[in-house]
């Protein structure tokens, strides 16, 4: 069994996340996964859960975060499929 790094829960189907940087974490779900390593919108602080959108190297979880912080670039920043700044 491991024991999960976000609430202590030592569960039998815990499971590891790596990431690129090598290091890894043991979680008992995905809720303690997320809350743990899910980006923060830089406009409204929520988790990041789905894909969200990063503009200048800043994160975002939908385009309306992105065009409210991110002037020009963000202006161009939609929320579809396929669509993509000019």
């Not at 859960?49 to 990063?54: A, I, K, L, M, T």
Request: aromatic fraction near 8%; hydrophobic fraction near 40%.
């Amino acid at each position: 069994m491991a024991t999960c790094e976000v609430c202590g829960n030592d569960y039998w189907m815990a499971f590891e996340v790596r990431t690129v940087s090598g290091d890894v974490h043991t979680f008992d779900c995905f809720e303690c996964a997320v809350h743990k390593m899910a980006p923060i919108c830089e406009h409204c602080q929520i988790k990041i859960v789905g894909h969200g959108v990063e503009v200048s190297g800043r994160f975002f979880c939908c385009a309306h975060c992105a065009r409210a912080e991110e002037g020009a670039q963000g202006a161009e920043i939609r929320d579809a499929v396929g669509a993509r700044p000019a």
